[in-house]
Each structure stands twice: as C-alpha cells, then as structure tokens.
C-alpha cells in the first residue's frame, strides 16, 4: 500500500478569490508579511501493490480528467512515502 | 521570497464524503487499485523574507486558528524549496 498524493492548483493567471480574501483577511488577524495567498486541493490516494510507472501513467491520466479542470487548473502527482508511525 | 505550504485534511476518523464520492467513481472510469481516497485543501502562502522559526511558529498558528477546523481537520505546514524555472 502506497499513498499518492495530487495537489490541484488553479493556474497562475486565473484569479484566486478564496486565496484573497484569506490574505485581506490576515492584516486583521495580525498576520504580516505573506503577500500571497492561493488555494487548492489535495487529493491523497491510498494504492494498492506497488506504485510503478504504470500506476503513477494511470494516476496522472486520472487527474488529468477527473480531479483536475485543466482548463483552469494545473495539477503534480506525488508519491508519498508511508510517514513512520510514532511509537 | 519563500513558498510554504498548508496542507489541511479531515482527521482520519471523520467521514469524507467527498473522497467516497471520487473513489466510487472511479472503477465506472475504469480505475482500479485505489483503496481509498481523501479529499483536503492545500493552501500555499508566499513569505516575504527569509521563513525563520519564528516565521514558522507564525503560520502554524494561522493555520490552527484560521486555515484548518483543528476540531474535524489535520494540518501540516511545509517548506517549499523555490521550483526551478524549467529553462
């Protein structure tokens, strides 16, 4: 079992108005010094067997035109190595 | 100018219906070997200057008292290194 994880960005010339209005928002709450401020997803997907090259061709193809509009999105498949458990 | 990232998920514990909706659709889509699927949001805020502790310990507290419900979600704060300009 092996986690991949698909971040899915918007594209950096597409307005962000969730991303802004966390930055408007900051001055108030105190925060300075982060000028910029974008939101996404993350998708973590849990594979089973080992995650080839094939498995990671499939994954991208599923982001590709499933998990991302890529019209106004861009998105980078990742694998994530299994975190250790803390004892 | 540094890039840190915010990734917020929902506790493993609490449902996540939208990672069982992605996940249910996807052998009609002709995926098969994800066992699972969550969905979270990833939010990356650019720092103006250098991303010390303290900047660190700074938005670690934005993200618990703004970006994550810290009561249904998980959050954890990352350093980006700058991606290369691809030349």
């Given amino acids: ?10 594209k ?3 307005l962000d108005p969730q991303g802004q209005a966390v ?5 108030r709450l105190g925060f300075q010094g982060i000028s910029d401020v974008r939101q ?6 849990e594979v089973d ?11 991208h193809e ?10 106004i999105e861009d998105f980078v498949v990742k694998v994530e ?3 250790v458990e803390a004892k």
């Fill in 62 to 71: 599923l982001a590709e035109t499933f998990l991302a509009n890529t019209v």
């Fill in 49 to 59: 067997g080992p995650v080839d090259d094939a498995a990671l061709a499939r994954i």
């Fill in 40 to 45: 996404g997803k993350r998708f973590e997907l």
């Fill in 12 to 14: 950096p010339e597409i």
């Fill in 23 to 27: 930055q408007r928002a900051l001055p």
């Fill in 81 to 83: 190595e299994p975190a």
């Fill in 1 to 10: 079992m092996a986690r991949v994880v698909v971040d899915v960005m918007l």
